[in-house]
């Protein structure tokens, strides 16, 4: 039998009920007025409250994930963006703490951002985590037997070529990136882009905040990564060596989520967002990706400076 504790880990949320994300925004006078609405997250749980006249957004971080010094560098990051006039939404101070708790939940508040999805096509650490999703997928009763063998093999070999290209670009200047900078945490608006969710920021190389930008062609891509340049180097200068490490950063990624589904499975949100993840169709076709992506750290880079 599961005992209590174990269920807590893999149940996290199981006790934030609507009544008490309301009683911890009435306990730090917020002052409620019954609107809550759950927003797309999964990983933490996140919900738009109504406070009279004004709406803001209670982010509840997920147990034992960050430790409380994690959380709080987060927000010392996101302000010295906000200082620097940078649109990024950044948490407010309340009573001097940016970072509250209620009953056995830790979670912060945030004004509410008006905008919508961006146009673009308008006028170190990172082996090792792939090395770990390897092993939670391996681990993983999800990962059909029949395919283990193979995954092993071709998840090895990948990695193995994501290193060599690290190598090969070295030495690469690490920085402090948003880290998951992809078009679901942008939102635009009269201003510009605004930043969200930076719960991934972390130090690494500056290409990483910019390839999950790009989609489409060949072409379009191209030429989406120079229009990107022209606004990126009016502020900081871009190393060419990094554009090796767009399809290594990629294969990382696709390793990464994987291994995330899997360790967060017992967690009854993704079972409901990923249920393919149960079928062996997926793996097979998770594999070819995988394979896919190992021809592709191989080819010459598509971007150029």
């Given at each position: 039998m599961i005992n209590k504790r174990r269920a807590a880990e893999l149940r996290p949320f199981s006790g934030l009920t609507p009544a008490v994300v309301l009683d911890a925004a009435a306990a730090f006078g917020l002052e409620p007025d019954g609107r809550l609405f759950a927003l797309n997250s999964y990983e933490?749980?996140?919900?738009?409250?109504?406070?009279?006249?004004?709406?803001?957004?209670?982010?509840?971080?997920?147990?034992?994930?960050?430790?409380?010094?994690?959380?709080?560098?987060?927000?010392?990051?996101?302000?010295?963006?906000?200082?620097?006039?940078?649109?990024?939404?950044?948490?407010?101070?309340?009573?001097?703490?940016?970072?509250?708790?209620?009953?056995?939940?830790?979670?912060?508040?945030?004004?509410?951002?008006?905008?919508?999805?961006?146009?673009?096509?308008?006028?170190?650490?990172?082996?090792?985590?792939?090395?770990?999703?390897?092993?939670?997928?391996?681990?993983?009763?999800?990962?059909?037997?029949?395919?283990?063998?193979?995954?092993?093999?071709?998840?090895?070999?990948?990695?193995?070529?994501?290193?060599?290209?690290?190598?090969?670009?070295?030495?690469?200047?690490?920085?402090?990136?948003?880290?998951?900078?992809?078009?679901?945490?942008?939102?635009?608006?009269?201003?510009?882009?605004?930043?969200?969710?930076?719960?991934?920021?972390?130090?690494?190389?500056?290409?990483?905040?910019?390839?999950?930008?790009?989609?489409?062609?060949?072409?379009?891509?191209?030429?989406?990564w120079q229009e990107l340049l022209e606004g990126y180097q009016q502020f900081a200068d871009f190393d060419f060596r990094e554009v090796l490490l767009i399809e290594p950063l990629r294969a990382l990624r696709m390793l990464h989520h994987a291994g995330w589904v899997v360790s967060r499975w017992e967690d009854p949100a993704f079972p409901r967002a990923f249920p393919w993840a149960a079928e062996p169709r997926y793996w097979e076709g998770y594999l070819n990706d995988l394979l896919e992506q190992h021809a592709a750290i191989d080819e010459p880079p598509l971007l150029q400076g």
């Open positions: 933490n749980r996140v919900y738009q409250l109504g406070a009279g006249e004004r709406q803001l957004v209670l982010k509840f971080y997920r147990p034992a994930r960050w430790s409380d010094a994690q959380i709080l560098e987060e927000h010392q990051f996101t302000a010295e963006l906000a200082a620097a006039e940078l649109l990024v939404a950044a948490p407010l101070v309340i009573a001097g703490q940016s970072l509250l708790r209620y009953r056995d939940f830790r979670f912060t508040v945030f004004p509410w951002m008006r905008g919508r999805a961006p146009e673009l096509d308008a006028p170190e650490a990172l082996q090792r985590l792939g090395w770990e999703a390897r092993a939670q997928v391996l681990a993983s009763e999800l990962l059909p037997e029949a395919l283990r063998e193979r995954y092993s093999s071709v998840s090895g070999a990948l990695l193995e070529r994501v290193t060599a290209a690290f190598t090969a670009a070295a030495p690469v200047h690490d920085i402090r990136i948003h880290g998951d900078c992809h078009l679901g945490n942008l939102l635009w608006e009269e201003r510009g882009p605004q930043f969200v969710d930076l719960d991934d920021c972390a130090m690494g190389p500056r290409v990483q905040d910019l390839w999950m930008m790009l989609s489409g062609s060949a072409d379009e891509q191209q030429r989406q």
